[in-house]
């Protein structure tokens, strides 16, 4: 196909799609109202959720989207740590380079001109919220850095291919003709219509609608050893802008919970909790309308008998007809409000607003305390951290592998072809062709892992008493290989520790060691014999 043709391919997939656009403005409306620009313009200054009674839905999509980004991505520490994915070849040199490399990667994600952190935080709460986010990574304009984008999900469009995954992906792209020409100035590769160059003598900072299209290499031109081609595409003017290939597809579409027959996901969250959102919303309005007038309740007028305006205000005055007869009952007085139903509406609301918190899973976040209770047992403790990693891991292990390693993954393969790593030839022999997998920490897996090292001090205690009754015990266990699992899950860096043949090699020196200490003393024992038997010989007086 040529780009003309893909270009049609893209309208025909944004047009299949946009009656998921309705559902993504609904639940924006309700959760997200700053995202709530799917099938509406928004205009700067304009009130976000102003037709919403209640904040709780928006709040708990709020602890919800934060909770996320904290368990994936906890910013106390470096998250991520790449591994093998046969971990029979991680030899302590192969360990040292990985964490290296992991290190160098942390801080070029974190450099403050990558925005990373503002593209996965933007992400985090599209992916509580839709189900799904669209997060670009590549070099920057200098190529001297890193450079993170979230997208906007009513821009980008994307079909599975027949293993799943996500390719091609088409995203509607906006640049003002200033930029077009600044970019064909800096990139060889980039030819612009020359009515673009006109616009920005006249108009520099309107908008050329345009198209980036990421798709695989046998559906433009499959004569080349790349992958992917990267196409950018004038939708104005009808002409091709760029197109080179390329080794990734630049985009990360992280999707949450899919169902069979769909390339977009869901929130399991927003699913579950827009009808209760929508019941809290009128209960609420109810409830203020019925405080309301609990509280300033509307007035009756008896007619002809008052003269002016009825006015309620604190120090108004309202005329009535000076020959009325009170005794007939008051001129103006408050209708009566019946409140009984009020308690009922505020346990309503209460209800909902508990099921909105599990619908956002914010009962299974709760923060993991230690106990103060000092008759607790170890069992009972681990206990309660193995009902917390049961209640939590099947939340967050997917989004491990859907969001966090996805980004990594990409980053990696950026970074790596830019030669930030250094040249192939200077990684560890045992590295070559190797799979290579990322690990993550969060405050979940430092509990996962920290089983380890809490394994390790049962099983000694065990092999302690078994030892009472056979002190053979002792050789059930590799100590060694058990102290460096321990050691591991307790994330100690790997240039603390020695590799394997430096451990042979202090044994083997210790063993020579006290092997030559023996032979010594067995040597100065016979010298002590000889000595001795010698000084007896001397001695002895002949009968």
């Not at 505020?346 to 209770?373: H, I, S, V």
């Not at 699992?485 to 451990?503: F, H, N, Y």
């Amino acid at each position: 196909m040529n780009a003309k043709g893909l270009k049609e391919l893209a309208d025909n997939v944004f047009g299949k799609r946009s009656s998921l656009l309705s559902l993504w403005q609904e639940q924006a409306e309700n959760f997200y109202p700053e995202r709530a620009d799917f099938t509406v313009k928004r205009y700067l200054g304009e009130e976000f959720a102003g037709n919403l009674s209640t904040s709780y839905p928006i709040l708990a999509r709020r602890d919800f989207g934060d909770q996320v980004g904290q368990m994936l991505r906890p910013t106390q520490k470096q998250w991520f740590h790449m591994g093998l994915l046969d971990t029979r070849r991680e030899n302590n040199e192969a360990k040292r380079w990985l964490e290296w490399s992991s290190g160098t990667m942390f801080r070029a994600m974190y450099d403050p001109h990558a925005l990373f952190d503002r593209a996965e935080k933007e992400g985090d709460h599209d992916f509580s919220c839709f189900g799904q986010d669209v997060i670009s990574v590549r070099l920057n304009r200098n190529r001297d850095g890193l450079l993170y984008r979230c997208w906007h999900l009513r821009d980008v469009a994307w079909v599975e291919d027949d293993e799943g995954k996500v390719c091609p992906i088409f995203r509607k792209w906006n640049p003002t003709a200033q930029t077009l020409v600044r970019l064909a100035k800096l990139a060889g590769t980039f030819k612009i219509d020359p009515k673009i160059e006109e616009m920005n003598r006249k108009t520099p900072f309107e908008e050329v609608e345009c198209m980036h299209m990421i798709v695989q290499a046998d559906m433009y031109d499959d004569e080349t050893r790349f992958p992917y081609w990267s196409i950018y595409y004038d939708c104005m003017h009808d002409t091709l802008i760029e197109a080179v290939p390329t080794w990734n597809k630049e985009y990360s579409v992280e999707r949450w919970q899919t169902v069979s027959g769909s390339q977009y996901a869901y929130s399991p969250a927003t699913v579950a909790a827009l009808p209760d959102a929508r019941l809290l919303q009128a209960i609420t309005y109810t409830l203020l309308e019925a405080g309301e007038k609990a509280a300033n309740p509307p007035m009756v007028a008896t007619q002809e008998a008052v003269r002016s305006d009825i006015d309620i205000r604190a120090g108004g005055t309202t005329w009535v007809d000076y020959e009325y007869d009170e005794r007939l009952g008051d001129a103006l007085r408050p209708i009566t409000i019946d409140t009984k139903g009020l308690p009922i509406g505020l346990e309503m609301a209460q209800d909902l607003r508990r099921m909105l918190g599990q619908a956002f899973y914010l009962n299974k976040l709760r923060p993991f305390l230690p106990t103060e209770d000092k008759e607790m047992t170890a069992f009972q403790a681990g206990q309660i951290v193995a009902q917390y990693i049961r209640d939590a891991l099947p939340l967050f292990a997917p989004m491990e592998t859907n969001r966090n390693a996805q980004i990594c993954e990409l980053t990696f393969d950026v970074l790596m072809r830019a030669g930030t790593f250094g040249s192939p030839q200077d990684m560890p022999p045992s590295l070559d062709n190797a799979d290579t997998q990322f690990r993550f920490s969060s405050p979940l897996h430092d509990l996962i892992e920290a089983q380890k090292a809490q394994k390790f001090l049962e099983a000694h205690a065990l092999v302690a008493q078994g030892m009472a009754m056979d002190k053979t015990s002792v050789a059930l266990i590799d100590w060694k290989g058990a102290l460096r699992d321990a050691l591991d899950g307790k994330q100690t860096p790997a240039k603390w520790i020695r590799s394997e043949i430096q451990v042979r090699e202090m044994e083997d020196a210790q063993r020579q060691q006290e092997e030559t200490a023996a032979l010594l003393a067995n040597m100065q024992a016979g010298a002590n014999v000889a000595e001795t038997v010698g000084k007896a010989a001397g001695e002895m007086v002949p009968a």
